[in-house]
């Protein structure tokens, strides 16, 4: 504050003396006709008026210049006595400064602590949180597995008794129908001997007869066979 | 003839040595007597004797005129006689044929002749035809006949 009124002084001043040469000037603009047309008693009023504006001039500068060095030295002491308020205010800061942050620090520790306490509890909580999920989530996945494992296992026993019973019916029916293939076999092969059985047995007595026979038998057998027409009425015309 | 000749093979043969002789006598100086000319000739005895029981009467109607109409009458009665066409297993010998004809004779027509052909695959029994007809009466017909007696038999074998 007191650094700025010294400055605020300075600047008074300053501004004090060009107003004081403007008005100089302005008087002598105004004044310049009569300075020109003016006699030699205007030029020596003007050079009186200069000389006193000039003292007026420099006692303002006298003043202000003392003002100036007043306000120097005022401000230099205030800004001594600021200085060694600062000092002062520096150190009391500095102190209330370490206070502070010894308050602060021993707040900091509390708080650490507290925070310390409070993280441990809520770990101790997260980890019993963490347990208990993991247990229930085992739980879980148990009970899940015993049902994936008792449904694939129904649906196994399920899909093997339908393949059991398609095999078996499957089976059956190949059984069946080879059995009843089978049978149409043997009896289309009976068929067929039977239809041949005469040929067969002809053939046969052929083979085995045929040079055997003697002749009275080949004769018994012709009149056997001329009575067996007679009998039927072959002959009859 | 007829008396004499039991199938038409026979009746057609010995009319074609009738006529041969015949033809011989009157066209061709043949002296001989049948008996010497059947001998000269080599003709076998069956037909031989069959012949020669023909009778001197017989011979005698023949002339040199009617030989060939005769004999041809011969032929076209011969034609005209029923015939028990028999197929038969074997070739029969003179005997079984003179039995079969009387048979014939007997009991189905007093003139009917037999026409004799062979025929091996019927291996026993013959097969007849008569007025058109034709009768099985082979071993396949009597082995048919048996048919079912057969099958049972085989079927008694086959489960044993």
Excluded at chain 2, 18 to 24: T, V
């Amino acid at each position: 504050m007191d650094q700025f009124t010294a400055q605020t002084v300075l600047s008074y001043l300053n501004i004090f003396s060009l107003c004081i040469q403007l008005i100089l000037l302005i008087y002598i603009f105004k004044n310049k006709d009569h300075i020109n047309r003016g006699t030699l008693s205007d030029i020596h009023m003007i050079d009186e008026t200069r000389e006193r504006s000039d003292a007026i001039l420099s006692k303002a500068v006298k003043e202000a210049n003392s003002i100036v060095a007043n306000a120097e030295l005022r401000g230099i002491s205030l800004f001594a006595k600021n200085k060694l308020d600062s000092n002062k205010y520096g150190a009391e800061y500095l102190k209330q400064l370490a206070e502070f942050q010894t308050a602060m620090q021993d707040q900091l520790r509390e708080s650490l602590k507290k925070t310390e306490v409070s993280y441990e509890q809520m770990m101790q909580q997260t980890n019993q949180t963490i347990a208990h999920h993991i247990a229930q989530n085992q739980l879980q996945l148990e009970q899940k597995a015993t049902e994936l494992i008792n449904g694939t296992q129904h649906t196994l026993n399920s899909f093997i008794s339908e393949v059991q019973e398609t095999v078996k019916e499957q089976v059956n029916k190949e059984l069946v129908s080879t059995r009843q293939y089978a049978q149409e076999y043997k009896q289309r092969k009976i068929a067929a001997i039977d239809d041949n059985l005469v040929e067969l047995i002809e053939k046969t007595v052929a083979l085995a007869l045929g040079k055997i026979l003697p002749m009275k038998d080949h004769a018994d057998l012709v009149y056997k066979a001329l009575e067996k027409a007679k009998n039927e009425h072959v002959f009859v015309s | 003839m007829l008396r004499t000749c039991f199938t038409k093979t026979e009746l057609h043969r010995r009319i074609n040595i009738l006529r041969d002789f015949l033809e011989a006598k009157f066209f061709m100086g043949e002296t001989h007597s049948l008996q010497d000319w059947l001998y000269a000739h080599h003709i076998p005895d069956p037909d031989s004797q069959a012949i020669l029981s023909w009778g001197k009467a017989f011979y005698d109607s023949f002339t040199a005129d009617n030989v060939y109409q005769v004999i041809s009458d011969f032929t076209k009665f011969v034609s005209e006689l029923p015939i028990l066409t028999m197929y038969l297993p074997f070739t029969p010998q003179e005997k079984e044929m003179v039995s079969l004809g009387i048979w014939c004779r007997k009991n189905i027509n007093a003139r009917c002749i037999l026409d004799i052909r062979s025929d091996p695959s019927l291996v026993a029994g013959c097969t007849l035809s008569w007025n058109g007809v034709y009768r099985d009466y082979s071993l396949h017909s009597f082995i048919e006949d048996s048919r079912d007696g057969v099958k049972k038999l085989i079927s008694q074998y086959a489960k044993a």
